[in-house]
């Protein structure tokens, strides 16, 4: 069986440790001002510190962020199991503040949301509410380009059993 797996891009979680310890750096500085309003500088300090140690977390993680195989797609973040090709009806592209994300249209007998409680429930339809679907791959922390591995996706959700490993071992060499 071929699978690709993504990880995360470490020039990405880098921008975020560099920006994280700017701001901590200018907290910092703030604090040896007396002209300076201490309960900023422990905010920033605070809020961005906590920042530093995800971007840290994010650097040095080297788990598989998406893994795709002629079974299915899993993203770590999503989903805790693969779902499989036959199950995905459409798919389509969602962006937010420059963050893509691939949305999978699947059944409703399917969703997520069905095994939870309400308030994950109401969060479900919240979240289709604002154009996405419950299950949405986040390309936000991986570096692929969207709109290939969308057609993708689609590629797979549509070709038969046989075709996908090949679809799989063509994305390894392409995307």
Not at 15 to 26: D, P, T
Not at 104 to 109: H, K, Q, R, T, Y
Request: charged share 20%.
């Amino acid at each position: 069986m071929q699978e690709f797996r993504l990880y995360k891009s470490p020039g990405k979680a880098l921008k975020l440790l560099v920006g994280c310890a700017a701001f901590v750096a200018i907290g910092c500085l703030m604090l040896g001002r007396p002209d300076a309003p201490r309960w900023v500088a422990w905010a920033s300090i605070g809020f961005f510190g906590i920042g530093l140690l995800v971007s840290l977390f994010q650097l040095l993680d080297r788990r598989p962020q998406i893994i795709v195989n002629d079974v299915g797609v899993f993203d770590r973040m999503m989903h805790h199991e693969f779902i499989n090709w036959a199950l995905i009806q459409d798919v389509y592209l969602a962006e937010v503040n420059k963050q893509a994300f691939i949305c999978l249209v699947v059944d409703e007998a399917f969703e997520p949301s069905r095994r939870q409680g309400k308030f994950k429930q109401g969060m479900a339809s919240l979240n289709k509410g604002m154009g996405f679907q419950e299950l949405n791959i986040s390309l936000g922390f991986v570096s692929i380009d969207a709109f290939r591995f969308a057609e993708f996706i689609l590629a797979m959700r549509s070709a038969e059993a046989p075709q996908r490993e090949a679809l799989v071992r063509k994305a390894i060499a392409n995307l």
